[in-house]
């Protein structure tokens, strides 16, 4: 019987370090673009220390589920270019609805050459390069590496599949059937968390391209946040919360449990801080911005109810204190963390 308990917790074991690690992967490429090489080698250090761990794990618990996924881990690692960046154009003419067919768009970026790149594999507008701006010292427009997009459907176009690291600005070319000419708009810059715009094509030639900056201020303080890194976020959010739940055991005059719920609150925080950092790096790689604020949101509530019933079981005092003590603790770590990555990293 404990031989059985015990191959049980080496497998749950092996599950817990294998979705940590992929978990980790995944943060470091959704944030690949907002920190330095420094750190990105860093990432790739301690997941290397991950691996490493999980090595000496496999030796002390020899069980072959537990060996089969640290070479999953280890070995089956997901390309960067896996990632599938997508740029949505919503377009019309005059501010109204495009209804002819047949239109064709293209997004355009500054390169020192026109050959210093492959062309997109994307939608090609006839007679495009003699419609584009003059080339200047900085470099000259033309396509951008993308391997899909350039179809008008549903009112956008969808530029995706790019070739390396999203340009840091672009403009789009649009070719209008009906009038047999080509619009090129203003220069935007790129957000990497903001990926919807709107593009007006006006009768007299011209086109304004304007990015929807709704969520501007969630989306700075979540790269803020990636730019903090996994340790220093999940250590600050450990620290604020620890602190915020020994005052409230001192002010519920519970000293005798002071020591057992704080080591509770940094043991639990430990434990959910790098798989809700994961998790919700996860969220926004494959779904954007707003599916990984609402994973957040359901990771919290998740953390209060498990920490709510912890501390009550733990300090005794009850469960509608121990929810009320969690609940404030993680709203003040969440809420400190925010200010702080905007005030330091935005």
Not at 60 to 69: D, E, G, L
């Amino acid at each position: 019987m404990a031989l059985c308990v015990a191959n049980r917790g080496s497998v749950l074991s092996a599950i817990l370090y294998w979705a940590m690690s992929w978990c980790e992967l995944f943060a470091l490429m959704c944030v690949k673009d907002n920190v330095s090489p420094q750190r990105q080698c860093l990432e790739v250090g301690c997941r290397l220390c991950c691996l490493g761990l999980g090595w000496v794990i496999a030796m002390w618990f020899p069980s072959k589920t537990i060996v089969a996924f640290t070479l999953l881990a280890l070995f089956v690692v997901p390309l960067q270019s896996w990632a599938v960046d997508s740029q949505l154009v919503y377009a019309t003419v005059d501010g109204a609805p495009i209804s002819e067919s047949l239109v064709l768009g293209a997004m355009l970026c500054k390169r020192q050459s026109v050959r210093s790149e492959p062309y997109n594999l994307g939608v090609a507008i006839a007679g495009l390069q003699d419609a584009l701006p003059p080339a200047g010292v900085d470099g000259v427009w033309t396509y951008a590496s993308y391997s899909w997009g350039g179809g008008f459907l549903d009112g956008h176009f969808n530029f995706r599949g790019f070739n390396g690291d999203l340009p840091k600005s672009f403009r789009v070319a649009v070719y209008r059937p009906a009038k047999d000419q080509i619009y090129i708009s203003n220069e935007v810059k790129v957000h990497s968390l903001l990926n919807r715009y709107q593009l007006d094509v006006c009768d007299d030639g011209t086109a304004v391209l304007t990015r929807d900056d709704t969520g501007r201020w969630l989306a700075d303080t979540m790269l803020g946040i990636a730019a903090c890194g996994l340790t220093f976020t999940v250590l600050l959010a450990l620290c604020m919360e620890c602190l915020v739940v020994a005052i409230g055991v001192l002010v519920m005059k519970q000293k005798p449990v002071l020591f057992r719920v704080v080591a509770s609150c940094a043991l639990l925080n430990l434990f959910a801080g790098p798989i809700i950092w994961g998790l919700c790096h996860l969220a926004i790689w494959a779904g954007g911005l707003w599916w990984g604020l609402g994973l957040l949101a359901v990771e919290l509530s998740l953390a209060i109810l498990f920490e709510s019933a912890a501390y009550s079981l733990i300090g005794r005092f009850g469960l509608r204190s121990g929810f009320g003590l969690a609940l404030v603790a993680n709203v003040t770590a969440i809420a400190f963390l925010f200010l702080v990555a905007r005030m330091a990293f935005v």
